[in-house]
C-alpha cells in the first residue's frame, strides 16, 4: 500500500508500508506509522497510476462529493489523504488498483440557534484568491487583538451547523448544503458565515471550521 499525507503547509508525504501485527520491530532505516481508523470512499481505478491516477482522483473529489452528502475526512489528528492500495490486479492489462479516501458521515451536523453577535470585515482586492484569503486572516487576527471589543452587531437566528477543513472548504460547503437540501424539517432562507477555529493565530491546511446557514422550519 502507499499513503498520502498532507502536512499542515500543504505539503505531499509520500511512502509505501505494509500491513503488520506490531510494531516492536521496525527494520533499520525504516519507520512505523500506525494507522487511525476511518471510513473511506473507495473507487477502483483501471489504467496506468503514472498516467491515469489523476482523473480518478478528480472524479472522486469533484462529481462524486457534489453528488454525495459525505464531508472529506481529512483531518488535523488523522491527516492521511489517500491509500493506494496495489494487489495481483496490477499485472493485469489494464491494470487496477483501488484507491481509498476519508470521508465522514454528516451525523455532527446541527439545526441550533445562534446568538446575537459582533463581527467585523476586511475587504480584500486582487486576482490571486489564496493569497487574498491569507492576507485578510493576517490582518483580521492582527486586528481582533487589538480590538476585542468592536466590530458590527449581527443578529442571530436558527442555522444549520456543520464542521469543516480549510482546504476542503468548497467541497465540504457543498456537501453540506446537499444534506440541507435533503433535510425535512428545516430549508434554507438565505445568509451563511464561517467559522474559522484558529489556533495559535495561524490558518493552515488542516484548519477547522464551522459553516453556517440560516435556516426556517419547512
Request: proline share 6%.
Amino acid at each position: 500500500m502507499c499513503f498520502k499525507f498532507i502536512d499542515e503547509d500543504g505539503k505531499f508525504i509520500y511512502f509505501v508500508g505494509f500491513e503488520v501485527e506490531e510494531l516492536d520491530a521496525v527494520p533499520y532505516g525504516a519507520a512505523g506509522k500506525r494507522i487511525p481508523p476511518l471510513t473511506y470512499a473507495m473507487a477502483t481505478h483501471v489504467g496506468p497510476p503514472a498516467e491515469t491516477l489523476g482523473q480518478t482522483l478528480d472524479y472522486v473529489y469533484g462529481e462524486w462529493f457534489l453528488n454525495s452528502t459525505y464531508q472529506t475526512g481529512h483531518l488535523r489528528l488523522s491527516p492521511i489523504s489517500v491509500i493506494e492500495y496495489y494487489d495481483k490486479r496490477c499485472s493485469l492489462t489494464p491494470p487496477e488498483m483501488d484507491i481509498f479516501v476519508p470521508i465522514k458521515l454528516p451525523s455532527d451536523n446541527r439545526i441550533t440557534e445562534v446568538a446575537p453577535f459582533k463581527a467585523a470585515f476586511y475587504r480584500a482586492v486582487g486576482n490571486d484568491a489564496a493569497k487574498l484569503k491569507y492576507e485578510a486572516f493576517d490582518v483580521m487576527i492582527n486586528w481582533v487583538e487589538k480590538h476585542r471589543h468592536a466590530g458590527k452587531d449581527y443578529e442571530g437566528g436558527m442555522f444549520a451547523v456543520a464542521d469543516g477543513v480549510h482546504h476542503f472548504l468548497e467541497k465540504d460547503w457543498a456537501t453540506f448544503m446537499k444534506w440541507l437540501e435533503q433535510h425535512p424539517e428545516y430549508k434554507t432562507t438565505g445568509g451563511c458565515y464561517e467559522e474559522f477555529l484558529i489556533d495559535n493565530g495561524k490558518v493552515d491546511y488542516y484548519t477547522t471550521l464551522q459553516f453556517y446557514e440560516k435556516v426556517e422550519k419547512r
